[in-house]
């Protein structure tokens, strides 16, 4: 636990009475703010800053889109990124936590200290071309934006440039941190952050992820919590037809782990979700295999839930390799997430911003290709959000009453300094997720609208921080309430270490070719000029008669 230093509070408040000037100094009022005429004129000028650099989020989300990097290999991204906030003054620490493509850029001095962040990596064979209606890959089998991280860091570096601006204008005390949600499809990095001591001295995170509304919550997420782990096998090779007796399959041990699981998956509790793939079965069917490895998602509703299920998943690998007189020879840690609990001070600070903000307004185009993807996907065709969902929140939620789900690491960071998640309608709702038909939207228009509707509620959210420090306090206040009974335990050991070598090989082998499409401004007015895609394409082209069956 920790707290909110009264010293601190006090030299907080005394920088917002003088920038209040003559109106009331600050008193603990409810997070709904009472009427501050000079904030609202300051939350004004911060949306005409935003809106002033539509042209950079267009040019910023549809570079990154085009990298298409998955988890741990968001090299050209980090790249970027950084560029741009070294360009604006922010200081850059790269590799941090031992993790190559992760950085924090900090900028401003002392208190409050606000986290700004959001996911950069995408996911295997989700590569689509945006703007159509249908899967479309740019190229085929590469990795591509099917989540829309590609939007978010795009969306915190508008907000915190349009804050940066306004605070030294003002002479405003405060420093802004923001940082990437490296390899979040793998739950691979935010467990490793905190470990590194990277929010020690952070006050407030606000996290933004891509959806199809804008909203916050608070309290209980009611999500799963999950521990990635991957079981290697080792057997003896053989001539599978001419001496099999001789041999040991390590495939055989994967396979009857598997079956142990999915018989047992009957007797688990309902809320769990686990699933496996077989990353390696061996090279060749004469050939038994010598070695074979499994790579299980374990998600359960909390850390207790999570170790059982885990403890169930090496009982199964001993067994398998037992029945099969192989040996499992390691098991490695390759992501985890705590279930995540959200601020509540911070998420009513924020529903207010969103409130004043609004939705950004569609075009006939943008709604035309939401509802043609959502025929094509067989879902309802709703289009894009027209209404403000409300403020949610539950401190606690029974456990009988969740019903599993995924899972997102920012439920570590969630555990370890007051956090919230923003999401903003750069998509809408159409694809299953982790999915091409999610990458649609995520270089058009409707992505760039909710990353600049989203980067006005983030940035109206910090000035509402760094002017109103009883803001900070309270939602300290929270969060020591929150981990007053339940301490955060990393469900990482010690000896683990960030799994960086993932997704190399995927990216040694598209790497070449996807260079060819990545986005030029300086050429293209925008990504989908480049690609020669007409805005919105919903029509597909008369299929051509060869007359050749
Ligand atoms: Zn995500």
Not at 185 to 201: H, I, N, Q, S
Request: aromatic share 8%.
């Amino acid at each position: 636990m920790r707290s909110f230093r009264p010293a601190l509070i006090a030299s907080l408040v005394a920088m917002a009475v003088s920038l209040t000037a003559q109106s009331q100094p600050p008193s603990p009022a409810p997070a709904a703010a009472a009427s501050n005429p000079r904030l609202d004129q300051l939350k004004r000028d911060i949306g005409l800053e935003v809106d002033g650099m539509q042209e950079n989020i267009q040019k910023m989300n549809d570079t990154v889109f085009s990298f298409a990097e998955p988890g741990f290999q968001e090299f050209e991204t980090s790249k970027y990124l950084t560029g741009i906030l070294r360009q604006n003054g922010f200081t850059i620490q790269e590799g941090v936590a031992g993790i190559p493509t992760a950085f924090t850029a900090r900028w401003g001095s002392g208190k409050p200290v606000i986290a700004l962040g959001s996911d950069i990596d995408d996911i295997p064979q989700a590569s689509q071309k945006p703007g159509v209606a249908w899967h479309e890959p740019i190229i085929e089998g590469a990795p591509g934006h099917g989540e829309g991280h590609n939007s978010g860091m795009p969306l915190q570096i508008t907000a915190a440039l349009a804050v940066k601006k306004i605070m030294e204008q003002q002479h405003l005390q405060g420093t802004l941190m923001l940082w990437p949600g490296v390899a979040e499809e793998l739950l691979g990095t935010k467990a490793y952050y905190v470990r590194a001591g990277l929010f020690k001295d952070v006050d407030i995170c606000i996290f933004a992820h891509v959806g199809s509304n804008m909203q916050v919550s608070w309290g209980d997420s009611g999500g799963n919590g999950m521990v990635s782990v991957e079981y290697n096998f080792k057997g003896e090779s053989a001539h599978a037809a001419g001496a099999p007796w001789r041999g040991r399959s390590a495939l055989d041990a994967v396979e009857l782990m598997d079956i142990g699981w999915n018989f047992r998956r009957e007797h688990l509790r309902i809320q769990q979700r686990s699933h496996y793939v077989i990353t390696n079965g061996g090279d060749q069917p004469n050939v038994v295999p010598p070695n074979a490895t499994v790579w299980y998602y374990f998600r359960e509703t909390s850390y207790d839930e999570i170790k059982k299920l885990w403890d169930i998943g090496n009982t199964m690998a001993k067994a398998a390799a037992m029945m099969t007189d192989t040996e499992m020879v390691s098991m490695r840690v390759l992501g985890s997430a705590w279930p995540g609990h959200f601020n509540k001070t911070v998420a009513e600070t924020m529903h207010a911003n969103i409130e004043k903000v609004g939705l950004p307004q569609w075009s006939e185009a943008d709604i035309a290709l939401a509802k043609a993807t959502q025929r094509e996907m067989k879902v309802p065709e709703t289009g894009l959000a027209t209404k403000i969902n409300p403020l949610r929140g539950r401190e606690s939620i029974p456990d009988e009453e969740k019903r599993g789900g995924g899972s997102d690491d920012i439920g570590d960071i969630s555990w370890n300094v007051p956090t919230v998640t923003l999401n903003y309608p750069s998509n809408f709702q159409a694809g299953p997720g982790h999915n091409w038909a999610n990458a649609i939207s995520m270089a058009t228009p409707i992505a760039h609208k909710g990353i600049h509707y989203g980067a006005k509620v983030v940035a109206m959210t910090v000035l509402d921080l760094v002017t109103r420090p009883e803001l900070v306090a309270q939602a300290w206040d929270y969060f020591n309430a929150q981990t007053k009974t339940k301490k955060y335990t990393p469900l990482i050991r010690p000896e683990d270490k960030p799994a960086i070598w993932l997704n190399k090989e995927r990216m040694e082998k598209f790497r070449p070719e996807m260079r060819k499409y990545y986005y030029d401004p300086t050429k293209y007015k925008n990504y989908l000029d480049q690609l020669g895609i007409k805005y919105p394409t919903t029509e597909r082209p008369a299929t051509k008669s060869s007359g050749q069956q």
